[in-house]
């Protein structure tokens, strides 16, 4: 059974980094692409970024480019998000996800999230 | 990159059928067989309902599809159900990047 489990969430100062992880078992993680996900409180889903299986294509939305970095670990079976320069709107439930192949098109599998907030 | 477009509410009778439409452009729904349809209950991660188009993974039910014409993605559930009472999300590959839309929520009268 595919299981994701995000952690490293928690209150964080605006201008402050934070770094998400995500432990994935019950399938080849080398093999999937994976994702972030976030949900502000009480709003819709919004694709935050994604790596391809081999780390080569890397894609962020436009809200966090320049802020955020996506890496994993495949010996680790682990995903990561660095957020530096925090602002109120990132504050949301993130999800890590698993993609349905290698590169990055479509979230398949998710986990249940680790909430971040941003505030002083 | 702006989120695709859906409708904010749409409620159906149990036993009746709706359809929740997804606008987006030419760069994301309309040139990529990549829309994806998703099922959130409160309090719950989404769920993948609908894949490339009109794909459905294993174990959701054949009441539940998805189709595409130009810019337009829908996703059609039939035979309404209560447990399909939900906020559903369409999701569209645009080559760089992903993107959502806004959420419809779903009311079985």
């Known amino acids: 059974e595919v299981q994701l489990v995000e952690s490293g969430g928690g209150l964080v100062q605006p201008g402050r980094s934070l770094r998400l992880s995500c432990a994935a078992s019950g399938f080849t993680f080398d093999d999937y692409a994976m994702h972030w996900v976030r949900q502000a409180p009480g709003k819709g889903l919004e694709w935050v970024s994604g790596?391809?299986?081999?780390?080569?294509?890397?894609g962020y939305a436009d809200s966090v480019k320049g802020r955020f970095t996506i890496s994993r670990d495949n010996a680790k079976n682990s995903l990561y998000l660095q957020m530096n320069s925090l602002r109120a709107e990132d504050t949301a439930l993130y999800y890590c996800?698993?993609?349905?192949?290698?590169?990055?098109?479509?979230?398949?599998?998710w986990g249940q999230g680790t909430l971040v907030t941003v505030s002083s | 990159q702006s989120a695709l477009t859906q409708p904010r509410s749409v409620s159906g009778s149990p036993g009746q059928s709706v359809t929740i439409s997804c606008t987006g452009t030419s760069s994301d729904v309309g040139g990529y067989n990549y829309v994806s349809w998703y099922q959130q209950h409160p309090g719950k991660a989404p769920k993948l309902m609908i894949y490339d188009v009109s794909k459905r993974p294993s174990g959701v039910p054949d009441r539940f599809s998805g189709s595409k014409s130009g810019n337009t993605a829908s996703l059609t559930i039939s035979g309404l159900q209560a447990e399909d009472e939900a906020d559903y999300y369409c999701?569209?590959?645009?080559?760089?990047?992903?993107?959502f839309g806004g959420g419809t929520k779903l009311t079985v009268l």
């Open positions: 790596i391809s299986w081999n780390s080569g294509s890397i």
């Open positions: 999701c569209s590959y645009a080559g760089s990047y992903t993107l």
């Open positions: 996800a698993k993609d349905l192949g290698p590169r990055v098109v479509v979230t398949a599998t």
